[in-house]
Protein backbone atom coordinates (compact mmCIF):
# COMPACT_ATOMS: atom_id res chain seq x y z
CA UNK A 1 0.00 0.00 0.00
CA UNK A 2 0.95 3.42 -0.42
CA UNK A 3 0.01 6.61 1.21
CA UNK A 4 0.98 10.22 -0.05
CA UNK A 5 0.33 13.53 1.51
CA UNK A 6 1.29 16.92 0.54
CA UNK A 7 2.87 18.85 3.02
CA UNK A 8 1.86 22.30 2.47
CA UNK A 9 4.41 24.04 4.71
CA UNK A 10 7.59 22.12 3.44
CA UNK A 11 5.94 22.43 0.08
CA UNK A 12 6.97 18.36 -0.31
CA UNK A 13 4.99 15.07 -1.20
CA UNK A 14 5.35 12.89 1.59
CA UNK A 15 5.33 9.37 0.68
CA UNK A 16 4.76 6.20 2.32
CA UNK A 17 5.50 2.63 1.11
CA UNK A 18 3.61 0.39 3.61
CA UNK A 19 4.34 -3.05 3.95
CA UNK A 20 3.87 -5.02 0.12
CA UNK A 21 5.06 -3.14 -2.68
CA UNK A 22 4.25 -3.97 -6.21
CA UNK A 23 5.12 -3.26 -9.78
CA UNK A 24 1.30 -2.46 -9.91
CA UNK A 25 1.20 -0.10 -7.01
CA UNK A 26 4.05 2.31 -7.97
CA UNK A 27 2.41 2.69 -11.32
CA UNK A 28 -0.85 3.78 -9.46
CA UNK A 29 0.85 6.05 -7.23
CA UNK A 30 2.56 7.66 -10.38
CA UNK A 31 -0.47 8.43 -12.47
CA UNK A 32 -1.84 10.60 -9.31
CA UNK A 33 1.33 12.34 -9.43
CA UNK A 34 0.77 12.59 -13.46
CA UNK A 35 -3.16 13.78 -12.96
CA UNK A 36 -3.03 15.77 -10.05
CA UNK A 37 -3.10 19.67 -11.17
CA UNK A 38 -2.62 20.88 -7.44
CA UNK A 39 1.12 19.94 -7.08
CA UNK A 40 4.45 21.89 -7.76
CA UNK A 41 5.72 22.68 -10.99
CA UNK A 42 9.05 21.53 -9.48
CA UNK A 43 8.05 18.65 -7.89
CA UNK A 44 10.04 17.58 -4.62
CA UNK A 45 8.94 13.92 -3.06
CA UNK A 46 10.21 12.35 -0.13
CA UNK A 47 9.50 8.85 -0.32
CA UNK A 48 9.82 6.90 3.22
CA UNK A 49 10.21 2.66 2.13
CA UNK A 50 11.48 1.97 5.48
CA UNK A 51 8.74 -0.84 6.38
CA UNK A 52 8.04 -1.94 2.22
CA UNK A 53 8.85 -5.44 0.86
CA UNK A 54 9.20 -4.82 -2.76
CA UNK A 55 7.77 -7.42 -4.92
CA UNK A 56 9.82 -6.63 -7.91
CA UNK A 57 11.47 -7.99 -10.55
CA UNK A 58 14.76 -6.64 -13.26
CA UNK A 59 12.49 -6.79 -15.37
CA UNK A 60 9.68 -4.70 -12.88
CA UNK A 61 12.79 -1.93 -12.66
CA UNK A 62 13.00 -1.46 -16.25
CA UNK A 63 9.11 -1.28 -16.92
CA UNK A 64 9.35 1.41 -13.98
CA UNK A 65 11.20 3.29 -15.55
CA UNK A 66 9.88 3.33 -19.10
CA UNK A 67 6.40 4.28 -17.33
CA UNK A 68 7.63 7.20 -15.34
CA UNK A 69 9.62 8.93 -17.93
CA UNK A 70 5.90 9.38 -18.95
CA UNK A 71 4.09 10.13 -15.53
CA UNK A 72 6.80 13.22 -14.96
CA UNK A 73 6.25 15.01 -17.98
CA UNK A 74 3.10 17.25 -16.65
CA UNK A 75 6.34 18.64 -14.65
CA UNK A 76 9.55 20.76 -15.33
CA UNK A 77 11.53 18.93 -12.48
CA UNK A 78 10.67 15.97 -10.36
CA UNK A 79 13.55 15.17 -7.65
CA UNK A 80 12.89 12.17 -5.25
CA UNK A 81 14.63 11.21 -2.37
CA UNK A 82 13.94 7.46 -0.66
CA UNK A 83 14.43 6.50 2.83
CA UNK A 84 15.65 2.73 2.89
CA UNK A 85 16.96 0.53 5.36
CA UNK A 86 17.02 -3.00 4.23
CA UNK A 87 19.60 -4.42 1.83
CA UNK A 88 17.55 -5.73 -0.97
CA UNK A 89 14.96 -2.76 -1.08
CA UNK A 90 18.06 -0.47 -0.98
CA UNK A 91 19.39 -2.55 -3.88
CA UNK A 92 15.98 -2.59 -5.87
CA UNK A 93 15.82 1.26 -5.18
CA UNK A 94 19.58 2.06 -5.89
CA UNK A 95 18.86 0.09 -9.54
CA UNK A 96 16.08 2.82 -10.59
CA UNK A 97 18.33 5.08 -8.82
CA UNK A 98 21.22 4.61 -11.69
CA UNK A 99 18.85 3.68 -14.60
CA UNK A 100 17.34 6.77 -14.67
CA UNK A 101 17.78 8.35 -18.19
CA UNK A 102 15.49 10.97 -17.56
CA UNK A 103 16.68 14.83 -17.82
CA UNK A 104 14.58 16.48 -15.06
CA UNK A 105 14.09 13.66 -12.71
CA UNK A 106 16.79 13.11 -9.60
CA UNK A 107 16.46 10.03 -7.38
CA UNK A 108 18.76 8.90 -4.30
CA UNK A 109 18.52 6.57 -1.72
CA UNK A 110 19.24 7.65 2.03
CA UNK A 111 19.23 5.81 4.98
CA UNK A 112 17.70 8.64 6.76
CA UNK A 113 15.26 12.02 6.75
CA UNK A 114 17.80 14.54 7.71
CA UNK A 115 20.38 13.45 5.00
CA UNK A 116 17.46 13.26 2.61
CA UNK A 117 15.56 16.65 3.52
CA UNK A 118 18.72 18.38 3.29
CA UNK A 119 19.48 16.88 -0.67
CA UNK A 120 15.74 17.68 -1.30
CA UNK A 121 16.22 21.61 0.07
CA UNK A 122 19.37 22.02 -2.13
Known sequence: MI???????SQILEV??????????????????R???SLPCDLRILTDATSAIYH???ADV?????VLKVQIEPYD??????LQ????????????????PIPNYEHKV?????AALIWLNL
Open 85 to 100: QKPVETAISMLVDSGI
Open 3 to 9: KYEFNSN
Open 77 to 82: TVKTAV
Open 62 to 66: TELLK
Open 110 to 114: FSTRE
Open 56 to 58: LSG
Open 35 to 37: LNK
Open 16 to 33: FYLADINLTDIIEYGEMI
